[in-house]
């Protein structure tokens, strides 16, 4: 893949880590405060498992581009 095409995707993955990172805090947060009160967290905690598995699959992403420009600048 073209060097410039794997810094663009990359430069986008990354910005979708700093979203990840607000998502999995306040999600966080929303089990936190459930829970103090006594409520259902259910929900939150369900919500929290997919947001940490979106981060996780976007960190890989970023982890791989980064080989592929490494190998890509060789």
Avoid: C, F, P, W
């Avoid at 430069?11 to 936190?32: H, P, T």
């Avoid at 459930?34 to 947001?51: I, K």
């Amino acid at each position: 893949m073209e060097r410039a095409l794997i810094q663009q995707q990359l430069d986008r993955v990354e910005s979708y880590l700093l979203i990840d990172a607000r998502r999995v805090n306040e999600q966080r947060k929303r089990v936190i405060n459930l829970e103090s009160v006594g409520g259902d967290a259910a929900l939150a905690r369900e919500q929290l498992s997919q947001a940490e598995e979106i981060q996780a699959a976007h960190v890989a992403d970023v982890e791989r581009l980064r080989r592929e420009l490494m190998e890509a600048t060789e």
